[in-house]
Every structure is written in structure tokens, then in C-alpha cells.
């Protein structure tokens, strides 16, 4: 297979199965979520978001190669930070603010769904014990990123009154940060999966990535949404507000 030809069947993965076709995310968007959807969904994306940079640590850690590590270094200072300001974490805590919700309550950890959490630690597991190409390519969802961020961004505006610049500074920044890490790790995979073996690896990996993603929703769709079944443990609407 070319590197056409395998960056076009990994772009075919994300045109079927990344979550931007799932149906939380229509109704999110379109403004038909109620206020306590909306935070139970920003609740349990903090599990997502935590455990990004500690998946870039676990993967860093692994790195025999110097100037993977200096590359890929930047995507844990994305999410962390400066030690005063600034990161997509303390970003997400604003959009929790606006939501009305504690941000210390969010970043607590408490009430995430247990399937929102044990996707989460699956993809963690995944980065840390895969061979380094299946790792690269889970990271590769982000080709799809800013298409859902910008719907997301401009669907927000539109319906919801905590919307702003300042509440979905997350996103916009994401719409410049995603491109550049994935240009990296898309190059990285289609030189180094030059086997037919190991070009099924990171396409296995790639779908991987996308149930991950697509089970959080999952998990909130059936506790918050249709099924109103929301387990022992996960938040209630009224706990954590600010």
C-alpha cells in the first residue's frame, strides 16, 4: 500500500466511526441539550482531559529517541500549561465555571460516570504498554478535531447563554494546536507502518481511538439522556455547582 493509500484508510476510519456522528453531539450542538446535560458532558470530558498529558508522559517515557521526545513534549505543555497560566486544562475548568459549576468539584475527579472512566484508563493502558506505531496512531482522531471543534464553537454561540470567547477558549485554541500535533504524528505513521502488518496495526489502532471516544458518549447518552439510568457515584444535577 502507498502512503496515499494508507493515509486515505485512515481517513476513511474517521469518516465512519470518529464521534462527531454521535447523536449527543447533534443534540449538543443543535441546542437541544438541557443545562444539567451539558454539565454532565463537561463533567465527564474532565476525565478526557486529565488524563491527556499523563498519556503523553507514558508515551514520552518510552521514547528512546531524543527528538520524538522534543517534538512530542509540547503536546503535555498544550494541556498543562505554565505553572501560573495558561493550558487546555485551566481552559476546560472555565468552561466548567460557566456551566455553573465548582471547578474544583470538576477537576476533583468526582461523580464521572465508571464506562467514562474506564475508557479513559483503557486509552492511557493502550499508549503505555502498545508498540510505539499503535500508540502514534491513536493520536491520529485529531485529523478529524477541528471540524467538530468549529460546529461545536459555532453551535454553542448560538444556543447557549454561558457561550463566549473567554467559556470556549478550549476550543479555539485546539483549532490551532491539533494541526500542527497531528501533521507530526500522521508523517511519523506513514513512514514507519512499511509493512502490510504494520499498516493494519495503525489502522487498528485508529479505531481504537475512535470507540474510546464514541463510548464516553455512550456512557452519558444512557445515564443523562434516554435511559435516565445514571449509576451509583456519577453526578447528580445539583451536586458540584458553583
Not at 111 to 133: C, M, N, S
Not at 152 to 178: C, M, Q, V, W
Not at 215 to 229: C, F, I, K, T
Amino acid at each position: 500500500m502507498s502512503r496515499e493509500s494508507l493515509e486515505e484508510r485512515l481517513r476513511a476510519i474517521g469518516a465512519e466511526r470518529y464521534h462527531d456522528k454521535h447523536p449527543f453531539h447533534h443534540k449538543l450542538h443543535g441546542g437541544d441539550c438541557t443545562p444539567d446535560q451539558v454539565r454532565a458532558w463537561v463533567i465527564n470530558r474532565w476525565a478526557y482531559q486529565a488524563a491527556i498529558p499523563m498519556k503523553d508522559a507514558a508515551f514520552m517515557s518510552r521514547c528512546t529517541d531524543p527528538a520524538m521526545r522534543r517534538e512530542w513534549r509540547s503536546r503535555i505543555e498544550d494541556h498543562d500549561g505554565g505553572v501560573d497560566e495558561g493550558g487546555g486544562i485551566r481552559r476546560w475548568l472555565k468552561l466548567a465555571e460557566a456551566v455553573g459549576l465548582d471547578p474544583d468539584y470538576v477537576a476533583s475527579g468526582r461523580g464521572i460516570l465508571p464506562a467514562t472512566q474506564f475508557a479513559v484508563d483503557a486509552y492511557v493502558h493502550y499508549v503505555r504498554e502498545k508498540p510505539l506505531l499503535q500508540a502514534v496512531a491513536s493520536s491520529l482522531t485529531e485529523l478529524f478535531a477541528p471540524k467538530i471543534h468549529e460546529r461545536r464553537i459555532e453551535g454553542l454561540l448560538e444556543h447557549y447563554d454561558f457561550a463566549n470567547p473567554d467559556s470556549l477558549s478550549y476550543f479555539r485554541k485546539r483549532l490551532t494546536e491539533a494541526p500542527k500535533d497531528v501533521a507530526f504524528g500522521l508523517k511519523w505513521v506513514l513512514d514507519h507502518a512499511d509493512t502490510p502488518e504494520k499498516e493494519d496495526m495503525a489502522c487498528e489502532a485508529l479505531i481504537f481511538k475512535t470507540n474510546v471516544l464514541w463510548a464516553q458518549l455512550d456512557a452519558l447518552w444512557g445515564a443523562y439522556v434516554e435511559a435516565d439510568r445514571i449509576p451509583p457515584g456519577a453526578w447528580q444535577p445539583g451536586e458540584g455547582m458553583a
